[in-house]
Nanobody, 125 residues
Framework: VQLQASGGGLVQPGGSLRLSCAVP????????MGWFRQVPGKEREGISC??????LYAESAKGRFTIPRDNEKSTVYLQMNSLKPDDTAVYYC?????????????????????WGKGTQVTVSS
């Protein structure tokens, strides 16, 4: 399973970015997808995940981020609005062969079987 993440970059505080994660050939009906981020010297932080049910969001992401999914394109996105300097991190998309994911697993790095290469997001003026 190859995850192809893109869309990172430099953005000013208050701005928006949309990250994309394409998984060519994967039927997302049978896979849960998620996003983590990591700042140097800190543990990876789960941001959001989506499976068969409603998406889940970390407290840091609620009200600002969404995780739309396009099954036809085998792509999941992370739409990030109202970005803050604290959102600066390397963002990773993840997946696992499962249809549903609960909150506890959503935030657990070891739960996820496949990780994409990270994409850097920098929020700075």
């Amino acid at each position: 399973v190859q995850l192809q993440a893109s869309g990172g970059g430099l953005v000013q505080p208050g701005g928006s970015l949309r990250l994309s994660c394409a998984v060519p050939g994967l039927n997302l009906d049978y896979y849960v997808m998620g996003w983590f981020r990591q700042v140097p010297g800190k543990e990876r932080e789960g941001i959001s995940c989506i499976g068969k049910g409603s998406p889940l969001y970390a407290e840091s992401a609620k009200g600002r981020f969404t995780i739309p999914r396009d099954n036809e394109k085998s792509t999941v996105y992370l739409q990030m609005n109202s970005l803050k300097p604290d959102d600066t991190a390397v963002y990773y998309c993840v997946t696992r062969n499962a249809r549903r994911v609960g909150a506890r697993m959503c935030w657990t790095p070891a739960y996820w079987d496949y990780w994409g290469k990270g994409t850097q997001v920098t929020v700075s003026s």
